[in-house]
């Protein structure tokens, strides 16, 4: 391994120098099992002889330890490339939508991506408030649901604009989402915990729906809200 | 403040630490003023001249960032005595209950006390092998939450023995959720989510549900799965 090749890699923690180059890194045995068991390409492969995979490049410990994001590193890294998917005229008028709208914490984004995963839904728009969709956190947090979620970055002003399905924001007020009508088609829009939705997104709503308060706590988390209204319009649907 | 003072505060940090002396910490401006507003006793508060909540100590900077267990220290470090609940006889046969069986993950702990607040459980119980109750990130996660759920530490094989409320467990297979009948008393039971549920836990279950899956994901993360159960529960009770 080269100097300049491992400060490559090492560079690869942040956003700026990910978009430059196009790469992202993935690190830990257990991610990059899944994604490569899902069936995702990687461009490159560096592995210490502890890892039981399959690997492009042979690496020492030493310099896993200089590529590394991590303070313990583990026996492998993957290198893929960004590939920046845009949305096909008319395309969020059919099938499912969940689109998150300056969700920014990576842990949140990931569970996100796993949840539209598990209910099957078509794709997830994230707004570039979002944490970056190829930060190892997200990629980490979706538990291998990164391999298989079709994912675009794009604001959500313009993306909603002239969508025919129904764009249902979550709020703390608004319609029982357990009255959800069976709906093929439709947008979900996820807020930041902490701001709600952005005026942007807010302006393409159809309407709100919200998730009945039984007891005390002001809000649920973002991913834990998302999730109950993806299982209530999958339930509707029957 | 005296050095052994000042080590003391740092040494809560450490669980063992924690149960000899019988007192937690919680750091943050935001976490105390929550915990405040709800009415939360604390012993002893802590602060600087930034703080601009109430205080029983003050405190210099350079003091507080000796005393915090975080890089960068807040302006406020509120100290609370532990408290063991214990549960009465006969107590989980009445009203709904939420426990959580080896959950690890902290933020997954204090996500779920605050599920439990929203849907307005009566209790939470916590198998020993569940990350602590009183640990920073779990009390943080749990926005607010902590100062208003009855929170039980406990064995659950023996807490549940002879329970007549029924004891759902919430797994890859068993009953659909979204055909859970009115339940007014109920214990609702989420695994680990390396594990899953424990032999212990298992053998005292009624049944399980499980929450039906439309898409390719392998599972949901243990709180997005505790919120969806109890989502429908409150559901069914209209």
């Not at 490559?8 to 899944?34: C, I, N, Q």
């Amino acid at each position: 391994m080269t100097r300049s090749e491992l400060q490559l890699l090492r560079s690869l923690r942040d956003k700026r120098h990910r978009e430059e180059v196009g790469l992202y890194a993935v690190e830990g045995e257990k991610v990059v099992a899944e994604l490569v068991a899902a069936g995702h390409p990687f461009e490159k492969v560096y592995a210490t002889d502890a890892w039981a995979g399959a690997r492009t490049h042979a690496m020492t410990e030493a310099d896993m330890a200089r590529a590394s994001h991590f303070p313990a590193p583990s026996a492998v890294f993957a290198v893929g490339r960004i590939r920046r998917e845009a949305l096909a005229p008319g395309e969020l008028d059919r099938g499912l939508t969940l689109a998150l709208d300056g969700v920014q914490d990576p842990g949140n984004v990931g569970t996100m991506l796993r949840i539209a995963d598990w209910f099957g839904f078509d794709r997830v728009l994230l707004s570039p408030a979002c944490a970056d969709l190829h930060s190892q956190k997200v990629i980490q947090a979706s538990m291998g649901s990164f391999a298989r979620v079709r994912a675009i970055v794009t604001g959500l002003g313009a993306a909603l604009a002239g969508v025919k399905a129904p764009v249902i924001g979550c709020e703390l007020e608004g319609r029982d989402v357990h009255a959800l009508p069976a709906l093929p088609d439709a947008v979900v829009v996820i807020g930041s915990e902490g701001r709600g939705l952005s005026d942007e997104a807010r302006a393409r709503l159809s309407y709100s729906v919200t998730i009945p308060r039984s007891g005390s706590a002001e809000s649920l988390n973002a991913a834990v809200a998302a999730a109950i209204v993806c299982d209530n319009l999958r339930r509707a649907l029957g």
